[in-house]
C-alpha cells in the first residue's frame, strides 16, 4: 500500500509523470518501482535539481522522502538502489542534492556510492 501511497505522491509533486507511470502499467501489467523511480522520477528530479528554481518543491519533495526511507523499508531499499545512485551520477546535481538530503537520504546515497565503486 505504502509503495501505491508513494506513487500517487509523486504524481502530486510531476503532474506530467501520470502518463508515464500509466505507460509503464500498460506495458508491463504492473508498476514496476525501480523501472518508474528510474525513468520517469529521476529525469524530473535531476532536471529540477539542475536548474535549482524551485527550491521550495525541492525541500517538500526531500523531506517526504526523508519520511519515506525513515518509515517503509520497502521503499527504503528501492530508493537506496535507483534515486540515490543516480543523484551520485554527476556531481553538480548531487551537490544541490545535498542541500535538501536528510539524514538518512544523505547516508543511503553515500552507500549508493561505495556499493557501485564509486568515491568522492
Do not use: C, W
Not at 508491463?28 to 518508474?36: H, P, Q, R, S
Not at 519533495?61 to 543523484?87: A, P, R
Not at 551520485?88 to 542534492?97: I, K, M, P, S, T
Amino acid at each position: 500500500m505504502m509503495s501505491k501511497q508513494f506513487f500517487n505522491k509523486m504524481v502530486e509533486f510531476f503532474p506530467d509523470s501520470e502518463m508515464d507511470y500509466n505507460n509503464i502499467i500498460e506495458e508491463y501489467g504492473e508498476l514496476l518501482e525501480t523501472v518508474a523511480i528510474e525513468d520517469v522520477l529521476m529525469p524530473r528530479v535531476i532536471q529540477l535539481l539542475i536548474e535549482n528554481q524551485e527550491v521550495d518543491k525541492l525541500k517538500v519533495f526531500f523531506n517526504y522522502i526523508e519520511e519515506v526511507v525513515n518509515t517503509d523499508s520497502h521503499l527504503k531499499d528501492i530508493l537506496s538502489i535507483t534515486m540515490m545512485e543516480k543523484l551520485g551520477d554527476n556531481d553538480d546535481v548531487l551537490a544541490n542534492a545535498k542541500k535538501y538530503l536528510g539524514a538518512t537520504s544523505k547516508e543511503l546515497q553515500i552507500e549508493a556510492d561505495r556499493v557501485i565503486g564509486r568515491i568522492r
